[in-house]
Structure formats: C-alpha cells, structure tokens
C-alpha cells in the first residue's frame, strides 16, 4: 500500500503521523511546495519509528510528484488556513488554485487513486476535484464531518460527564460554520437518545458549540487546528485501505441522495476499499431537512465561484 499527503504543514504532517503509527502503508509520500519542508518533516517522523515501533517508510519530497506515483490513497492538505475572524469560505481565492493545480498532478502519476480533499472550503474544494479529476465519484471524498461528529461527541461528552467512545453521534450539511447539522435528535449513548439526558438549553449550547469548532480553536491558537483534523483524516484512510466498512459523515458528490443534486455536501458514507461505497439515507425530519436544503443553498453559491472563475 502507498498513500501520498500532499501538504507538510500541521494537517498534513499529523495525519501522515497518525497514518504511520496504525502502521496503514508500507511507502508514504509527504509532498509539499516548500524547500526542504516535507523532507525534514519525514525525516523527523522517520526518526520516531525507533520509539513508536512502526513500519511504515515515509519520504519528504519538494513538489516531486513522480515520487507519488501508484498511490492508492491521496490525501490533500495543501493550501492556506484561516486566521481568526476568517471564516473558511474566504480561503476559496487562493486554495481552489492550488487543489485544482496538485490534483492534475497527482492524477498524471495515480490516475486511479481515491482522494480525500481536506483542504477549506472544503465542500467547494471537494466539488472541484469532483468536476476537475473526471475520477469516479465514488474515488473523491472530503473529510469534514469526520472532524465535526468527533467534535459533536468531545462536547456531548463534557456535558454528560461520559466517555466519546459509548457516543454515537453524526454531523451532517456542509463543513462551515453556519452549514453543518449536528444531528441531536438522533445521537446516542450507548443507544440511548442524549437527549433524554440533557435539558434543551444544553442540547441547543452543545450544537452551536460544535458548529463554530472550529472557529474556536482558531481563535485560540491563531490558526486552525490539526491534531483532530488529522486525526479524522487518518481515521478514514483506515476505513479505506482496511476495508473496514465504517459509517463516517463525508462530503461527497449527491445525486438526489438528501433532495439534493449536482453538489458534495456531508451525509454518512460506508467507507470501504472502493473509496465511499453507500450512502446511508438517515431519514430526516421536515426541521432537520430545511436546514440541509439552507446549507446546500450557501454551499452552491460558493460553487459557482468556481465557475464564475473559469476553475471549471
Ligand atoms: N476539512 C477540514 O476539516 C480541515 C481541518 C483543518 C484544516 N483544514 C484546511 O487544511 C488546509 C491546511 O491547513 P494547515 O493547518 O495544515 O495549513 P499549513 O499552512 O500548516 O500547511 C499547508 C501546507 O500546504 C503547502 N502548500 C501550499 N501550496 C502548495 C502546493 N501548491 N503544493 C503543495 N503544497 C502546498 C504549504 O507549503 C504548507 O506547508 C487549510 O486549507 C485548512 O483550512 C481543513
Ligand atoms: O476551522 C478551520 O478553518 C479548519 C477546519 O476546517 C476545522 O474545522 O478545524
């Protein structure tokens, strides 16, 4: 198995971490556009296999993308983060360039890989290298609400004073903050509805701390995250290379999927060795469906930026 990050930076890195550690590759490439930057960061990583007992080989290299050919996997990272106070769809000059550049370039040396598009706005970004690859919609998957339904489960966890692992819990709609639906009414512990544990005040203060996640974080540290980002990204790499058929909320290409067509929007996916193998229909309620519908009216107008840009 070979699986290239395109993207040394804190996302990137930490998830070809992570995607080390489980041990999910034999080769990993980490690719980015600066000198010197994933080379040192492999070689840093490399020199952890000693404590961390793994096998994995990582290689840092400078915009090489013959290195990365016969990837199965590909992950994007690359592209700026948003400042505090930025929100992410105002990353779209800039990144929607750089996703449409490095996905040419992987696909002239993996024409047959399955991508997973991290880069924000990632709904928008997503669609992109659906329109731009002709892959198989099938083969492009963004990562969005692996990230959003962990978040969901740290801050339902907080407040129920439990574990996130005995949580189920699902965000779906788009990876922004006012478009994801962390989907209350249908989350669990250990099979029991939350919601017969929390008052609405807490129900409500729970999805509205998930949906701005990631603002907060940002605010916080001055950039945005990564170690969850990462962490989310590898967590569906594993789902992938190890045919694990789990069901991850991923941003992926609807046709009439959710009433909604010709858009990648988040819904929960099986994630197997075929990249995103079905969608699973949660059967919303009419609430729950005018906000989906909301959100893929704000993540359409963003998709026609795109076109409105000549990038498809
Ligand atoms: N979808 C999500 O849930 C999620 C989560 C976290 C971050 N992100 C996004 O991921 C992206 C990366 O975030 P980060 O914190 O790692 O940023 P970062 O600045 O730490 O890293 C980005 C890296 O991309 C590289 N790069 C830029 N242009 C490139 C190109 N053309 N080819 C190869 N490499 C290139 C840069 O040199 C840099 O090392 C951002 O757009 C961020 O908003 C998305
Ligand atoms: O918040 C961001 O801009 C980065 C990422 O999308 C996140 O949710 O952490």
Not at 214 to 220: C, D, E
Request: contains cysteine; charged residues 20%; hydrophobic residues 45%.
């Amino acid at each position: 198995m070979k699986i290239t990050v395109v993207g040394a930076g804190a996302v990137g890195a930490t998830c070809a971490d992570n995607i080390a550690r489980k041990e999910l590759a034999e080769e990993l490439i980490l690719l980015d556009i600066r000198e010197g930057f994933a080379e040192g960061k492999a070689i840093d990583m490399m020199q952890t296999a000693a404590l961390l007992e793994f096998d994995t080989k990582i290689k840092g290299v400078t915009n090489d993308y013959a290195a990365t050919a016969d990837s199965e996997v590909v992950v994007i990272t690359s592209g700026l983060p948003r400042k505090p106070g930025m929100t992410r769809e105002e990353l779209i000059g800039v990144n929607a360039g750089i996703v449409k550049s490095v996905t040419e370039n992987i696909l002239k040396h993996s024409p047959n890989t399955i991508i997973i598009v991290v880069s924000n706005p990632m709904d928008t970004m997503n669609y992109l290298t659906l329109k731009s690859s002709g892959l198989p919609k099938n083969r492009v998957i963004g990562m969005g609400g692996a990230l959003d339904s962990a978040r969901f489960k740290y801050y339902l966890s907080q407040e129920l004073g439990c574990s996130p692992a005995d949580l189920n819990a699902v965000v779906i709609g788009g990876h922004g903050d006012t478009t994801m639906i962390p989907l209350i009414n249908h989350a669990t512990w250990n099979s029991i509805p939350v919601t017969q544990f929390l008052s609405k005040e807490q129900q409500d203060k729970i999805v509205a701390d998930t949906m701005v996640g990631g603002a907060t974080l940002t605010k916080l540290i001055g950039t945005s995250a990564w170690y969850a980002p990462g962490a989310g990204t590898a967590f569906m790499v594993e789902s992938i290379v190890r045919d694990q058929k789990k069901l991850i909320s991923c941003g992926v290409a609807l046709d009439g999927e959710y009433g909604q067509k010709d858009i990648s929007l988040v819904v929960p996916v099986v994630l197997g060795k075929n990249g995103w193998e079905k969608i699973v229909d949660f059967k919303l309620t009419a609430d729950e469906q005018a906000s989906f519908n909301k959100s893929a009216d704000a993540v359409r107008a963003m998709n026609n930026v795109l076109a409105d840009s000549n990038l498809i």
